[in-house]
């Protein structure tokens, strides 16, 4: 599989499949855009995509900002000529028991993983129609459809990705473009690992079915296997829960 000449954009790629995605993408032939919030970090990818001979640029992005997200748009069809994947990969999860939800917390988890993905999937949506198509993958989680524990806001914005996905979707495919969804389960990246100790880990992963969590590295081969023109359009609208390695009974 080949993304030569390919523009993407990938949100949240300075860190965990974000950052395996944009790496990937980069390796596969494709210019990447880079947007987060966190610059070290995202500069860092970018230096290790330029290192391995690939195309990318960072740009400071908090997708809860919509002019945020315009610029970095608007940016990489300057530099790239268009965008032809979107890999909209940011998110965050703060646990707190459905009692103890006050609504800062309520907003904060909306805006980052609902509002961000309006924002970005508009932006690039207006810029693939008129380019004549394009592929968006935004990522949801499996508890979209579990409804997890202590993750109400959360659950409950990453079921509006995936309803939000599927109404794009079936809006937007006379314009050639197609939706897909990733939903991850439990997958080692610093958002798995924040606030637990390496025993709490070990522990979560010997309730796995296979016994450990998904490599950051494994769901990058999925979302370029989407970004693929060989990917046909029977698999558009789709969500795909890396679910091999989710808790038994999932
Ligand atoms: N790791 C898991 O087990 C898991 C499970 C289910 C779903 N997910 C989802 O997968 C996606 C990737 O998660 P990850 O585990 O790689 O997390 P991660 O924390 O390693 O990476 C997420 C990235 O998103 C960025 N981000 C956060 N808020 C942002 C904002 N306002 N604007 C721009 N960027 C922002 C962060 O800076 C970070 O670089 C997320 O959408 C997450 O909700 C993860």
Redesign the pocket.
């Known amino acids: 599989m080949s993304l030569k000449g390919k523009s993407a954009i990938v ?10 995605s944009a790496v990937l993408l980069a390796s596969r032939g494709a210019k990447v855009a880079i ?4 610059a070290d ?2 500069e860092e990818v970018v230096q290790e995509i330029k290192a391995r001979g690939g195309t990318a640029f960072f740009q400071r ?5 919509r002019k ?1 997200v315009k610029a970095v748009v608007d940016e990489t069809v300057k530099r790239f000529g268009g965008i032809d994947v979107l890999a ?6 703060f646990h707190k028991p459905f009692l103890e939800v006050d609504d800062e917390l309520w907003d904060r988890t909306i ?3 609902l509002y ?1 993905t309006f924002y970005v999937n508009q932006e690039t949506a207006k810029v693939m129609v008129t380019q004549g198509g394009g592929r968006i993958i935004n ?5 979209a459809a579990t409804g997890g524990a202590d993750l109400p806001a ?1 659950a409950a914005a ?1 079921a509006g990705v995936v309803t939000l996905s599927k109404g794009i979707q079936n809006e937007l495919a006379k314009h050639n473009i197609m939706v897909f969804v ?11 690992r ?1 606030g637990r100790t390496e025993e709490d880990l070990a522990r979560m992963q010997r309730r796995l079915k296979f016994g450990r ?2 490599k ?1 590295e494994e ?1 990058a081969e999925l979302v370029a296997f989407l970004a693929d023109d060989t990917t046909g359009h029977m698999l558009a609208g789709q969500t795909f829960h890396t679910c091999g390695a989710s808790f038994m009974g999932f």
């Open positions: 949100t949240g790629g300075a860190s965990g499949m974000g950052r395996a947007a987060d919030i966190q970090k995202g992005t908090d997708l809860t900002v945020d909209n990969v940011a998110g965050n999860a805006k980052i993983n961000g990522f949801a989680s499996t508890v959360y990453k990733v939903a991850p389960g439990a997958t080692d990246t610093p958002l798995w924040r969590a998904v950051a769901t």
